[in-house]
Protein backbone atom coordinates (compact mmCIF):
# COMPACT_ATOMS: atom_id res chain seq x y z
CA UNK A 1 0.00 0.00 0.00
CA UNK A 2 1.25 3.70 -0.71
CA UNK A 3 -0.71 6.77 0.46
CA UNK A 4 0.03 9.94 -1.83
CA UNK A 5 -0.49 13.48 -0.46
CA UNK A 6 -0.57 15.92 -2.86
CA UNK A 7 -0.12 20.06 -2.47
CA UNK A 8 0.86 23.18 -4.65
CA UNK A 9 -2.56 24.03 -5.96
CA UNK A 10 -4.14 26.95 -6.03
CA UNK A 11 -5.24 30.11 -8.09
CA UNK A 12 -2.70 32.13 -10.86
CA UNK A 13 -3.71 34.03 -13.57
CA UNK A 14 -2.84 32.82 -17.55
CA UNK A 15 0.64 32.96 -18.14
CA UNK A 16 2.09 32.16 -14.19
CA UNK A 17 3.25 28.89 -12.67
CA UNK A 18 2.74 26.59 -10.11
CA UNK A 19 4.50 23.62 -8.51
CA UNK A 20 2.83 20.60 -7.65
CA UNK A 21 4.05 18.19 -4.51
CA UNK A 22 3.23 14.57 -4.17
CA UNK A 23 4.83 12.48 -1.49
CA UNK A 24 4.48 9.02 -0.76
CA UNK A 25 4.13 7.47 2.67
CA UNK A 26 7.21 4.86 1.96
CA UNK A 27 10.14 4.34 -0.13
CA UNK A 28 9.33 4.16 -3.76
CA UNK A 29 11.21 1.32 -5.63
CA UNK A 30 12.76 1.58 -9.48
CA UNK A 31 9.78 -0.14 -11.49
CA UNK A 32 7.27 2.57 -9.68
CA UNK A 33 5.59 5.01 -12.35
CA UNK A 34 4.50 7.94 -10.52
CA UNK A 35 2.41 10.45 -12.46
CA UNK A 36 -0.13 13.19 -12.49
CA UNK A 37 -3.40 13.37 -14.29
CA UNK A 38 -6.04 15.95 -13.96
CA UNK A 39 -9.64 16.04 -14.08
CA UNK A 40 -12.15 19.31 -14.96
CA UNK A 41 -15.72 19.31 -14.31
CA UNK A 42 -17.56 17.79 -17.19
CA UNK A 43 -14.49 15.64 -18.34
CA UNK A 44 -12.57 12.61 -18.20
CA UNK A 45 -9.43 11.84 -15.80
CA UNK A 46 -6.69 12.70 -18.36
CA UNK A 47 -3.39 11.57 -18.46
CA UNK A 48 -0.52 14.86 -17.21
CA UNK A 49 2.76 13.34 -17.07
CA UNK A 50 4.94 10.17 -15.35
CA UNK A 51 8.01 9.31 -14.38
CA UNK A 52 9.37 6.10 -14.10
CA UNK A 53 11.49 5.59 -10.85
CA UNK A 54 14.45 3.82 -11.74
CA UNK A 55 15.64 5.71 -14.75
CA UNK A 56 13.82 9.04 -14.48
CA UNK A 57 12.10 8.79 -18.02
CA UNK A 58 9.61 10.92 -18.37
CA UNK A 59 6.09 11.14 -20.55
CA UNK A 60 4.31 14.22 -21.15
CA UNK A 61 0.62 15.09 -22.88
CA UNK A 62 0.80 16.73 -25.42
CA UNK A 63 -0.93 19.51 -24.31
CA UNK A 64 1.53 20.22 -21.67
CA UNK A 65 4.91 19.33 -23.27
CA UNK A 66 6.84 22.27 -23.09
CA UNK A 67 5.27 24.01 -20.54
CA UNK A 68 5.15 20.95 -17.67
CA UNK A 69 8.09 19.38 -16.02
CA UNK A 70 7.61 16.09 -14.06
CA UNK A 71 10.48 15.32 -11.66
CA UNK A 72 11.35 13.26 -8.51
CA UNK A 73 13.62 13.64 -5.33
CA UNK A 74 14.56 10.08 -4.03
CA UNK A 75 15.32 10.54 -0.34
CA UNK A 76 11.60 12.30 -0.26
CA UNK A 77 10.20 9.98 -1.91
CA UNK A 78 8.33 13.09 -3.69
CA UNK A 79 7.48 13.66 -7.46
CA UNK A 80 7.03 17.16 -8.20
CA UNK A 81 5.12 19.07 -11.31
CA UNK A 82 6.26 22.04 -12.05
CA UNK A 83 3.71 23.90 -14.56
CA UNK A 84 4.65 27.18 -16.23
CA UNK A 85 3.22 29.12 -18.66
CA UNK A 86 -0.36 28.29 -17.54
CA UNK A 87 -3.88 28.40 -19.36
CA UNK A 88 -7.30 28.70 -18.31
CA UNK A 89 -7.98 25.67 -20.00
CA UNK A 90 -5.36 24.01 -17.57
CA UNK A 91 -7.69 24.85 -14.35
CA UNK A 92 -8.88 21.23 -13.16
CA UNK A 93 -8.18 18.58 -9.80
CA UNK A 94 -4.77 17.27 -10.49
CA UNK A 95 -4.02 13.72 -9.23
CA UNK A 96 -1.02 11.85 -8.20
CA UNK A 97 -0.84 7.96 -9.19
CA UNK A 98 1.65 5.98 -8.44
CA UNK A 99 1.74 2.11 -9.39
CA UNK A 100 4.52 -0.74 -10.16
CA UNK A 101 2.46 -3.11 -12.19
CA UNK A 102 2.28 -1.04 -15.86
CA UNK A 103 0.37 -3.56 -18.04
CA UNK A 104 -0.23 -1.27 -21.20
CA UNK A 105 0.65 2.28 -21.06
CA UNK A 106 1.74 4.68 -18.06
CA UNK A 107 -0.35 6.95 -19.55
CA UNK A 108 -4.14 4.89 -18.59
CA UNK A 109 -5.39 6.33 -15.40
CA UNK A 110 -6.71 2.83 -14.73
CA UNK A 111 -3.28 1.38 -14.73
CA UNK A 112 -2.20 2.84 -11.81
CA UNK A 113 -3.93 1.39 -8.39
CA UNK A 114 -2.71 4.34 -6.06
CA UNK A 115 -4.16 7.87 -5.76
CA UNK A 116 -3.82 11.13 -3.73
CA UNK A 117 -6.99 13.49 -2.38
CA UNK A 118 -6.72 16.07 -5.41
CA UNK A 119 -5.80 19.51 -5.44
CA UNK A 120 -7.24 21.86 -7.38
CA UNK A 121 -5.42 24.21 -9.88
CA UNK A 122 -7.39 27.15 -11.28
CA UNK A 123 -6.53 29.44 -13.90
CA UNK A 124 -7.76 33.05 -14.46
CA UNK A 125 -7.45 34.31 -17.69
Known amino acids: QVQLVESGGGLVQAGGSLRLSCAAS????????MGWFRQAPGKEREFVAT????????YYADSVKGRFTISRDDTKNTVYLQMNSLKPEDTAVYYC??????????????????WGQGTQVTVSP
Open 26 to 33: RRILGNYY
Open 51 to 58: IKWRFGST
Open 97 to 114: AADERIATSPTIPHEYDY
